[in-house]
């Protein structure tokens, strides 16, 4: 009985089947928004090797396996797939693989059914094993470059910091948590490594990774958001005014930001029919706006939808609003809104654990050199809105 042609016959079936289980597996999160072709990945170069080595006449291609598999964590490194995710995929795979091809097994001798089984397992594993191999140190090389951009960023913020100690104290308590977490982890994953050179790559070890990452990612965000603000108060911005599409560039936002939404199943409501095709501005700066308040909608809605709407106005504006069904502000803190390191608080939340207290400080200094003005309404439990409004052509 030579299974490879079994095996072979099923390959579009085993993979089709797959696909659908890890579309419906919960807890495979980072597959929810990828397409068929994205989620299939290297696996039928997977399976071509597992051919090769379950066929009795052909020589068996490991060499194959080890590329396909490399390739694979590669790809789910890039793709934000966590440790837990490939491995739940890998297992999902094992379960497809026999549960397709029982009937088919069933027919061999004893002998047969143990031979092919051990040859799929042996696959499958040195797969699993591959694959966690070029993730981590996919996952390695990111985190040299958080590293790099890190220290980058360290000697200009020094060089702020001491030159107004006041202005960023409150910096530092910010900067105190994430920190403290990027070194502490970092100090246990690095005397791991010096305690055993050959230290197998374990969930833990994945695990230190992740944080170190996820912590470092936050800290860089608020450094860049720091950088930025004192770039703008230093009259250091430069403009590029050139023609940009407003319907084109709000939907690009809208749908980079969807993912967000849907995770809690929020409706987004685009109405941009009205709005100017062409206007003569900085595009660069005017997607940094929307981008800051479409998100920081998504970030205090927690049900109800956030609405876009984008219009000409007479004469020689537009406006850009941004409607949420959020936590709202109260009358006393929307005078302050647009202060650096300033967040609204409720009794039972400081303040959403990712906020860097200066996105809207931005925003209004954006809007102010792009030659607009930006309003608030808001209600307490209601929602808010944020009305922007530029002119078609920014006189330079």
Known sequence: MDFSLTLAENTNSIIEKWIAAVRQDRQIESADDLSYTAIKNHIPDIFQAMISVLAETQVSDIKSILTASWQHGLLR???GFDPTEIAREYRLLRIVIFDTLESALLQGTPAEIVRYMRLID??????????????????????????LSLTLHNEELTRLINANQDTFSQLAHELKHPLTSIIGYSDLFLRQQKRNSDIKDTYPNLEHIERVLRNGRHLLRLINDVLELSRYDAGKVQLQIAPSNVQELVINVCEMLEPLAEEKDLQMIVECDRCPQKVLTDEFHLQQIITNLVSNAIRYTESGAVRIVCHTLDGDKWSFAVADTGIGIAPENQARIFEPYYR??????????????????????????LQGEINLKSQLGVGSTFTVTFPLKINI
């Open 122 to 147: 042996a696959v499958i594993d040195e797969a699993i094993a591959r694959c966690f191999k070029s993730y981590v140190d996919e996952r390695l090389r990111e985190l040299k470059h958080l590293h």
């Open 344 to 369: 609204v608080s409720k009794s039972d939340r400081a303040y959403f654990p990712d906020s860097t207290g200066l996105g809207l400080a931005i925003v209004s200094r954006l809007v102010k050199l």
């Open 77 to 79: 490194a890039e793709q």
